[in-house]
């Protein structure tokens, strides 16, 4: 159980253009989800915390209008890169929490490698 | 802010060898959890951890979480290449507020 999808998985976009980068929790429901990015090697950068039905929470220095989150049901979220530029090319990893469980663990999509020309 | 600091961040070993991997904070946690994620992928839910003093096992793998619930171990027996990738450890505090470590980027040579 706790399977979490997430399409595309890998997407190469000119500068300029959207990308819409999905999230799917496929057998349990998900009143929240997160989205991180991801350099090398490195550890996940919260971008914002998604809740069902309501507005993301953006982290610090993360623009809002830039990357678009929308949860729209209980187990799907997308995230719109809004006008990418190079510098947006990231892994971005999409997560939900399963809040039948006792501890609230976050479960990983397999994540999305975005790369803008 | 990072409120979890992990040691190593690095660490190249040879198979068989053992290790340890530190996740280390000044805050208290409800639970902490370890995952594992390999390149291309995302990081994958290897244990949670959520009374002081726990110990948990998961095969060659053992974890344990500090007595005041602000600190936590990963020990390695006889790694092996397919132990290589991040380690990342996360808390959740008693807000719900979740948190990942720095990550610990683990190499076992055959």
């Known amino acids: 159980g706790a399977v979490v999808s997430q399409h595309p998985s890998r997407v190469i976009c000119k500068s300029g253009t959207s990308v819409k980068i999905e999230c799917r929790s496929l057998d349990f429901q998900a009143t929240t989800m997160f989205w991180y990015r991801q350099f090398p090697k490195k550890s996940l950068m919260l971008m914002a915390t998604s809740n069902e039905g309501s507005k993301a929470t953006y982290e610090q220095g993360v623009e809002k209008d830039k990357f678009l989150i929308n949860h729209a049901s209980l187990t799907l979220s997308t995230l719109t890169v809004t006008s990418a530029h190079p510098e947006d090319s990231s892994f971005y990893i999409c997560?939900?929490?399963?809040?039948?469980?006792?501890?609230?663990?976050?479960?990983f999509g397999p994540g999305t490698r975005l790369t803008v020309l | 802010t990072q409120l979890l600091e992990q040691s190593p961040q690095f660490l190249s070993i040879q198979e068989g060898e053992n290790l340890t991997v530190y996740c280390n904070s000044s805050?208290?946690?409800?639970?902490l959890q370890w995952y594992r994620q390999e390149p291309g992928e995302g990081p994958v839910l290897l244990v949670t951890v959520v009374t002081g003093g726990e110990v948990k096992k998961l095969k060659r793998l053992t974890f344990q979480f500090g007595d005041a619930r602000k600190d936590s171990s990963l020990h390695i027996t006889a790694a092996q290449p397919g132990d290589t990738g991040l380690y990342l450890c996360?808390?959740?505090?008693?807000?719900?507020?979740?948190?990942f470590g720095t990550g610990t980027s683990l190499t076992v040579i055959p």
């Open positions: 997560s939900a929490r399963d809040g039948s469980t006792n501890y609230n663990e976050q479960f």
């Open positions: 805050s208290v946690f409800s639970s």
């Open positions: 996360a808390g959740e505090d008693t807000g719900n507020q979740f948190y």
